[in-house]
């Protein structure tokens, strides 16, 4: 197991990698929004399985003060899949958790990604989306 340690700031994910690239982030000057999109793009290369591009996501942040705000990030059920659909293609009791059936979403990742930020825009998030992605497409194109 990999361990940075920082003394004004910290970063946690499953990954140390993503962790790092969060913490980069915040030693740059970039707020607590802005490195959590780093580390969050980070993990959906080093660790995708936890959080990828094509996942959901939930924020519950707050500015100093004030009450916590949150994002859901969970994306919108398709337009078919309604109570009637799925009686008619024999699932009355239970939607399908697998196959053709299977009721998904469209991803929110990354929508959720983008209003975190306007959020941290607000609260003088100055750091450019490159930046935060960086990281992630450094870990993409060359491994780790």
């Known amino acids: 197991m990999e361990t940075t340690r920082a003394t004004r700031g910290m970063v946690v994910a499953p990954h140390h990698l993503a962790a790092d690239a969060g913490l980069s982030v915040l030693r740059e000057g970039g707020n607590a929004i802005e490195a959590m999109v780093a580390a969050a793009s980070t993990i959906a290369v080093v660790y995708p399985h936890m959080n990828g591009l094509g996942g959901d996501n939930f924020w519950l942040v707050s500015e100093g003060g004030k009450a916590p705000v949150g994002i859901d990030a969970c994306g919108a059920a398709a337009g078919c899949a309604t109570r009637e659909f799925y009686a008619g293609h ?3 009791a239970a939607i399908p ?3 053709p059936l299977a009721a998904l979403t ?3 990742a990354v929508s959720g990604w983008q209003s975190a930020l306007e959020m941290s825009a607000r609260w003088g998030g100055r750091l450019p989306l490159s930046r935060l992605l960086a990281d992630a497409v450094h870990h993409a194109r ?3």
């Open 90 to 92: 024999g699932c009355a």
């Open 97 to 99: 958790s697998r196959g």
């Open 106 to 108: 469209v991803a929110g």
């Open 142 to 144: 060359e491994g780790f």
